[in-house]
Nanobody
């Protein structure tokens, strides 16, 4: 069993900052890609940022220069530092990880989601 537990969501004023954390626990042999997605009301879930096990990153155009994804491989944790937040960043943010538990397969796991609300 693998669990992803997120923390750090909340309410913030436009221009403010928040930092999300997502810790993976359970039967973990290795973690490949880790990512953050978000889903705003009435919209599809979208990729926000992704980071490989080697530290390569990629971002949605809408967050480039404002958000930074990082990870601590020893702690099986991924972070999302969000600066200069805008009201359009309001969404439920989900952590995602591709995890191998020691067998031949890699499975996709999701966190429970954390609400970010940015007030104008």
């Amino acid at each position: 069993q693998v669990q992803l537990v997120e923390s750090g969501g909340g309410l913030v004023q436009a221009g403010g900052s928040l930092r999300l954390s997502c810790a993976a626990s359970g039967s973990i042999f290795s973690i490949n890609v880790m990512a953050w997605y978000r889903q705003a009301p009435g919209k599809q879930r979208e990729l926000v940022a992704v980071i490989t096990s080697g530290g390569r990153t990629n971002y949605a155009d809408s967050v480039k220069g404002r958000f930074t994804i990082s990870r601590d491989n020893a702690e099986n944790t991924v972070y999302l530092q969000m600066n200069s937040l805008k009201p359009e960043d309001t969404a439920v943010y989900y952590c995602n990880a591709a995890i191998n538990s020691g067998g031949p397969y890699i499975y996709d796991y999701w966190g429970q989601g954390t609400q970010i609300t940015v007030s104008s």
